[in-house]
């Protein structure tokens, strides 16, 4: 074991000497997440789509800023009329609405058509006013029952009832198949999955290659090291190296991407660990094989780039035909995403993760038999 773990924590040593490592590691896939977040940028949460609408309002009173506090929790985004090229709605408040509502006057709120807009969410949009006008009214309804006189309410006790516990609560989710993975939730699993694979084959199959034609294989071997253990040492490293970019990238998404991980990190843990053991393992079963390190890095990019467009990682499987989602699963890179999406996009606990990260084993394992037979000095 102390031969594993030294020849391990020495090619990580080596890895991170190289400048060139930095820029493959954590410099190119960041750009990639930055610009394919922006390029898949969806809807949002499917089951709970925020669509804006510009608001108008012209009552400077309490009852003005209440409405707009509703609307928000009604599920709109709320946007100024100097910001209004994406909305879908306009909404303006009367001015007067404060002052009719307290004489108990009936007060019209204007509900405006966008041009060019999404007719889908304005439907939405439409469907949440209504609801912020019933639970306005019901809030209000409430404060003049606790004071008998509308001219009683005060922005202090129409806010108490508001922040009162709702004794009525819906409960909805998104229906039927799985919300199509969008932006950051989509590009930061698929960028990580793809430039892991991408990096530890490159820096596996490379290493093992240039080891061998200087020599450092053979005198290894002179020393009391058995060839398992070299294997094995060798894999060990490229999981730390893989390790070292996971654990950059999940800080990353989440505090700056702002992904959703929390109570999932450790299945996503567990997923991208085991692909950096398919992949290290991959790594150096490739420089196994081919001698020449230029070849290497050439089939190393090539088998890479193959199993990342194909297992998803460059654009969702939803959108390609059945085939695509066919061909993802019988890679591990599909297999990654599919756990990570569990997690991360459909919001699944540990449990949907199980049978990815079996599969995923299954390629490890084969992988590392595969190594242990065609390695030679």
């Not at 039927?176 to 993975?181: F, V």
């Not at 660990?273 to 089939?299: C, F, K, M, Q, T």
């Amino acid at each position: 074991m102390r031969h594993i773990l030294d020849i391990g924590h020495n090619d990580l040593r080596l890895f991170f000497k190289s400048k060139t490592a930095y820029i493959w590691l954590f410099g190119v896939p960041t750009l990639f997440i930055y610009f394919l977040g922006l390029a898949f940028r969806g809807p949002g949460d499917p089951g709970n789509r925020r669509p804006p609408v510009v608001i108008e309002n012209l009552d400077t009173n309490f009852l003005g800023r209440l409405f707009l506090e509703e609307l928000g929790a009604q599920g709109m985004e709320l946007v100024d009329p100097t910001n209004h090229t994406s909305a879908a709605r306009g909404i303006r408040i009367p001015a007067d609405f404060t002052s009719r509502v307290l004489q108990g006057q009936a007060c019209k709120v204007e509900f405006s058509r966008r041009e060019n807009s999404n007719e889908s969410d304005a439907a939405i949009i439409e469907l949440r006013l209504v609801r912020a006008l019933i639970a306005m009214n019901g809030h209000i309804l409430e404060a003049v029952a606790q004071t008998n006189a509308p001219a009683m309410i005060t922005e202090t006790g129409l806010r108490r009832v508001m922040a009162s516990p709702n004794p009525v609560s819906l409960n909805a989710r998104f229906a039927g198949r799985n919300p199509m993975p969008t932006s950051f939730n989509f590009s930061l699993p698929g960028n990580l999955v793809s430039y892991l694979m991408m990096n530890l084959l490159i820096f596996g199959g490379s290493a093992l290659a240039m080891a061998r034609r200087q020599g450092i294989i053979k005198r290894m071997l002179v020393h009391p090291v058995r060839r398992s253990e070299l294997v094995a040492g060798k894999i060990y490293g490229l999981v730390l190296l893989g390790s070292a970019q996971i654990v950059f990238f999940l800080v990353l998404g989440k505090f700056v991407f702002h992904v959703n991980l929390g109570a999932n990190l450790p299945a996503v843990l567990l997923t991208l660990l085991v692909l950096a053991w398919v992949a290290g393992s991959l790594g150096v079963l490739i420089g196994s094989l081919v001698a020449a390190e230029d070849r290497v890095i050439a089939i190393a990019v090539l088998s890479s780039l193959l199993m990342a467009a194909l297992g998803g990682c460059w654009w969702p499987v939803e959108i390609g035909p059945p085939m695509l989602k066919t061909l993802a699963l019988c890679l591990p890179t599909g297999w990654a995403l599919e756990a990570l999406n569990q997690v991360i996009s459909f919001g699944n606990g540990f449990s949907a993760i199980l049978k990815p990260v079996a599969v995923l084993a299954v390629f490890g394992c084969a992988a590392n038999v595969l190594a242990a037979r065609f390695f030679r000095a």
